[in-house]
Each structure stands twice: as C-alpha cells, then as structure tokens.
C-alpha cells in the first residue's frame, strides 16, 4: 500500500467538504462555528482508501481547506505538502476568484497534478462549465487534466471521480525517503490522560514509537510516545502519512508546541536568511510589480512568518517574472533546498508571488558576490536535480565536510555521496574521508603547504621537517578534518610524517656548513669520558668559545640534530650520552645480569664503569626501552625478553 496525501481547493461554497463527506464518509468540518455557519473555516482531514488500475492501493489522507478569501492563509498550510488537488468548481457558480487565487498557489507549490470535480452537476448543463474550466487551465500544467461531473445529491460521477484520483496517483511516484523526517504541524491540542497531541503530514522520512525528536525552531526535545494515522495506533509513520504523534511532555502554544513547527528526528537548525528564485504568475496581469524591499509574508509548510523580500538585480517584479531574490525573515524557519513557498502581501488580501529554495541558509555577505549568486541561481534550472545541487555547493564553498554537506535538502546521503564520488572519479573534486573539495581550490592548499614545509627544508636543513603544530598554525582558517585530509593527500603524494613533523620523502636532515663545527665539538666532549660524559650544562662551558655570539646557538642546533638523527641518547633532561657508549653500557648491563643475576644499581655502575649521576637515569632508560625492569633494588632482565632481544 502507498500512502499519498490529496488535498482539496476551489471558491467558497463550491462543495469542497460535501464531496469529501460523500467519498469518504467523513465530514471534514470538525468546528462548531463551521456547522454554525456552513463554511470551513480550517483544515478538515479523512481517509480514503482506493484501488489503481492494475489493482494496486492507495491509502489516501485528505486535507480539506477553506475556500473563503478571509482563510488562505489556513488553505496554504494544507496544501504544503501534497502529491495531488482536487480542484472543486461548481456547476451553477463556474470559475471564481478564489478558484483561481487556488490555482495559482498550486502552481506556486509545485504540485504535479491536479483532478477537476465539477461540483452540483444536477443543478445546470455542465457543457459550458466544462469548456470554461478547460480554457482556465490552458497553458498551464495542469491542461490535459481529468475534469469529473459530479452531484453529491444524486450521488452521479462519485466513482468515476474516485476512478480518476486512483489513475492519476498510479501516474505518481511514491514520496521518497531520504532520511530526513519532517513533519509540518497543523494542530496541536491535549487530551485529558494523554497529553499534547500534534498532528501533521509526515514528509521525507520515518518516525518510530518511543523515538527522540526535535521541536524546530525552538529545539525543544520530546519522545513519542505513541503514534496514529487516522485513529489506527501503529508503530511507524511513513512519508506520505497524515500523522498523530503524543508528545505527552510538551505543552500546548508559544512556550511549547503549536502550528508551524516543524517536528524532525535531528538538529537542522532553522534559518532567518534564504536565497529563493521568486515567480510572479502571468495569470495576475496588470497587478501591481513586487518592489525589492517590501515587507510580505512567507508561507513555508504551515509556517507563516513575515519577511523582507529584497530582489538581487531589479528593484521591482511583475507579473510574468521570475528573480533571484534574497528572504529575510523576522523569525527563522525550516527550509530545506527546493522547498517551495508562497508569498502574500502585508496586508494578507493578495497572493502575490511563488518561489523555490535555493541555498536555504545564506546571508547578506554572499549575496552581494555575483559570483556566489551565480552558482546559487543556477540551481533555479533544476532545484531537485541532485547533480547539480552537489557540484555548485561544493563550487562555492571551495572545500566541504561530507557529513554536513546539503543537510537541508531532500536529497539523501546515499545520493549526495554517490555525486561526489562520480565528481572525484572524473577529477573535478578531491574526496577524502569526510572532506571533498574543488580540485583547483585543493591543489591550491597543496601548493601552499609544500611551499611552506620547503621553506622550512630551507631554513633548518637540520631538522627532520616543518612540525605540524606550526603548519596547522598557517591553516587555521580550515577545519581540523580538512587540515588532516590535507596530511594525509600530501603523505600519498611525495611527503612523509617523521615523528610530529612531515617532510618531503626526499629530505635527509643535514647540518648547514656553519654549525659542522659545532657537532664536532660535542662529540668530541662525549667521547673523552663515554660512560660519564658532562651534563647538558657543563657540556655547553666545555664547548664554547671566549668569544659567545652564536655558538651556543649553533651547539643546541647541532645537539638536537644528532638527538634527533640517534647520534646521542637522550636519558633526561641533563644527561645525554653517544649512541655507541649507551650501546656498549646496554651490553655490560645485559652480560653481567644474565652471569651473575639481578643486580644493584652500584653493582653496575662498577661494571661500567661510571658514576652513580649517569647510572640511575641509565637504568631507567633501560626499564622505559624495556630491556630491564626494577625489583627492589635490584634490576633483572625482563622476563619476555632474551637476551639477544635485549641488546638491540
């Protein structure tokens, strides 16, 4: 079964509610002022249920919206989000004003097809109705559409119409799952031993009982408790469904829960600046042109909030017309890329224009860049083309973390990642993990790092390389998984990590001519006494010369150059010794141990022959390496090595 939402439209008192009562058996007019005065006021829901022509079903929820000029604003929150309208036109009225504002916000709202009933067919020759209704709707998408005679009196064309919704929604694709729940809410109510209660039509993903959800745009949290489609408890909601969910910890109005928030299973965070392609319908003639600047209100969903519509190259919009224009909006809303929207005016008696999300969280800066709105606007060609959504996101931030890139779109990450990978298969972006990026802007970071790490070569040729605290340094504009993914591409392309540095492959550490003669000195200290060489202290006296300047610089270059290359061992702080003394001790240690046993630090000291300053920073070096371990006071061999081990 496919679950599908149908929505209703057409003038006032053309029999919107009746014709749903008669096929559903529901009467969708659930107020007391609206049995009282006979016209609906707000939404009114059912159910049907139909079968397609080759037999498959439909479980259909039906959003019945008033018709009464005074409450488009609560016909616009039905038709949000709906796969098919039933226009009504009645046979003794024919086209009205309100059938055609009506029409017109379906073709704002992107609704696909469309079913004509002619309304009271009993009452006058349908013949001339009909050739008007068909006249209304040329050139517009909805031309070839299905126009269906019927009288809720007499019961004629009530099967036929119902024959006529099942072939057109088998002509539909089923709403998609991308992941990305949304549910619109169009009431919010509480009931005694329940709790709040919020009803919706559920978009783009699944809800589950017992799942954590967010109110949005004020990020409350809540649980479902439990969920319902049309009275029937069940334990998952689809796309497509008109949904109940019991939100039993949330209160009821604007310190809780109410009409216009969006309910999604993560944070999207809401936006107060969208940039939008507006479209102003021909149908309107000679109104009066949409000023850039002018306040209106937006709406999205069954959102309704005020805004500044400012045009990004004219200062006016007539009819006829589409523009790239910018939203800014005195409350934030939930727009995701190609969420279409309506735009009325500030007075609320006109429909004045239609439009479609193109970057559904932008900002002023951008917007004032050609080049920004150039990419932006080219998604105004096709706003649900995936492909082309990826390539100008990726194009215009230059470099994008995966897992965040188009979070605000109908587009699911299986889709988003099978784009990039065809971009990077084709050489057009860098893929790497959770970050892709234009290839130009890519090799753009390339060239700048190993421009930095050879300026570093350069500079300290002695070094194994540029340490990566300082280059992360230069590249603190980035995020941390880009800075990494930059790495890592190097090291894949002629460099290498050498401890907490990276080096081209090619680089072999060497002392700049100028400080030979210090390392030469320093080895020469440490090989006069190679078992009790002088400390780092009296080791820079015994070097330097009478004159000072750089040579203590040149001899902590040079000793940290021979640390580094494994010429010296570093024992701590004070003590460092030739790497082939503290091999020569390393072996006296192991050969006296394995002849006589554990040992104490003195027994040792006197078999190398050294002095008890170097012994014990010695032998802990010989526990850290793991050669020796400590038992009291005595050193053994550790036990999971051998000897022969242990030398190494």
């Not at 027994?603 to 038992?631: C, H, K, M, N």
Request: net charge neutral; charged share 25%.
């Amino acid at each position: 079964m496919t679950n599908f939402i149908l929505a209703t439209a057409g003038h006032v008192d053309h029999g919107k509610s009746a014709l749903v009562k008669a096929l559903t058996g529901t009467d969708p007019d659930r107020l007391p002022e609206e049995k009282a005065r006979g016209i609906t006021i707000d939404l009114g829901f059912a159910e049907l249920n139909l079968t397609g022509p080759s037999g498959e079903t439909f479980h259909v929820g039906v959003v019945d919206v008033p018709g009464h000029e005074d409450f488009v604003r609560n016909m616009i929150a039905g038709v949000g989000s709906v796969d098919l309208a039933l226009l009504m036109v009645a046979a003794d009225d024919g086209w009205m004003p309100q059938t055609e504002e009506h029409l017109q916000i379906l073709l704002y709202l992107g609704v696909k097809r469309i079913v004509v009933a002619l309304t009271k067919s009993d009452l006058t020759n349908i013949d001339n109705v009909t050739r008007q209704i068909r006249e209304k709707l040329r050139d517009t998408p909805f031309e070839n559409c299905q126009v269906v005679a019927t009288s809720v009196r007499t019961g004629e064309g009530l099967e036929d119409l119902k024959r006529a919704l099942a072939s057109d929604f088998a002509a539909l694709s089923p709403p998609r799952d991308v992941g990305k729940p949304r549910l619109f809410v169009d009431r919010a109510f509480t009931l005694r031993g329940i709790g709040t209660v919020v009803t919706g039509t559920l978009s783009g993903g699944q809800f589950q009982r017992g799942q954590d959800v967010v109110i949005q745009p004020q990020n409350l949290s809540a649980r479902i408790r439990s969920i319902q489609s049309h009275g029937r408890d069940s334990e998952i909601a689809n796309p497509g469904m008109r949904t109940a969910i019991n939100l039993p910890d949330l209160p009821v109005g604007p310190d809780g829960i109410e009409r216009g928030n969006v309910i999604t299973t993560r944070l999207f965070g809401p936006s107060s600046t969208m940039d939008v392609v507006l479209t102003r319908s021909p149908r309107l003639g000679r109104a009066v042109p949409m000023k850039s600047g002018a306040a209106a209100y937006v709406h999205h969903g069954t959102t309704r909030t005020r805004a500044k519509i400012v045009l990004a190259e004219s200062e006016s919009l007539a009819a006829g017309q589409s523009a790239f224009a910018q939203l800014r909006l005195t409350a934030p809303i939930l727009g995701f890329l190609a969420d279409r929207f309506v735009v009325r005016d500030a007075s609320e008696q006109h429909t004045l224009a239609g439009g479609v999300v193109l970057n559904p969280d932008s900002n002023p800066t951008d917007f004032r860049l050609p080049e920004q709105r150039a990419l932006i606007a080219a998604r105004a060609v096709n706003p649900d083309d995936v492909g082309l959504a990826v390539w100008t996101e990726v194009a215009r931030t230059g470099i994008v973390q995966v897992s965040h890139l188009l979070q605000r779109s109908r587009f699911s990450a299986a889709e988003i990642t099978a784009v990039l990978q065809r971009l990077s298969d084709h050489g057009d972006i860098f893929l790497h993990g959770d970050v892709a990026g234009k290839m130009l802007v890519w090799r753009e970071l390339q060239k700048r790092a190993a421009d930095l790490i050879d300026a570093a070569h350069k500079a300290n040729p002695e070094r194994p390389g540029l340490e990566l605290t300082d280059l992360r340094t230069e590249f603190k504009s980035i995020l941390p998984a880009t800075f990494d993914s930059l790495m890592d591409d190097l090291c894949a392309n002629g460099f290498v990590r050498s401890g907490s540095a990276i080096a081209r492959a090619s680089h072999r550490p060497s002392l700049p001519a100028e400080i030979l003669p210090a390392a030469e000195k320093v080895r020469s200290a440490l090989a006069e006494k190679p078992f009790d060489p002088p400390d780092r202290k009296s080791l820079s006296l015994a070097t330097a010369s009478p004159s000072g300047g750089g040579e203590d610089r040149h001899l902590q270059q040079a000793l940290r150059f021979l640390i580094q290359q494994g010429e010296i061992i570093e024992l701590n702080e004070e003590i460092i010794l030739l790497n082939e003394a503290a091999g020569q001790m390393r072996s006296t240690v192991v050969g006296f141990i394995s002849e006589h046993g554990p040992a104490t630090a003195s027994q040792l000291r006197q078999a190398i022959g050294t002095s008890r300053r170097v012994i014990i920073p010695f032998l802990e070096y010989l526990d850290r390496v793991g050669v020796t371990q400590r038992i009291g006071d005595s050193r053994q061999l550790r036990e999971t090595k051998s000897a022969a081990v242990a030398r190494r």
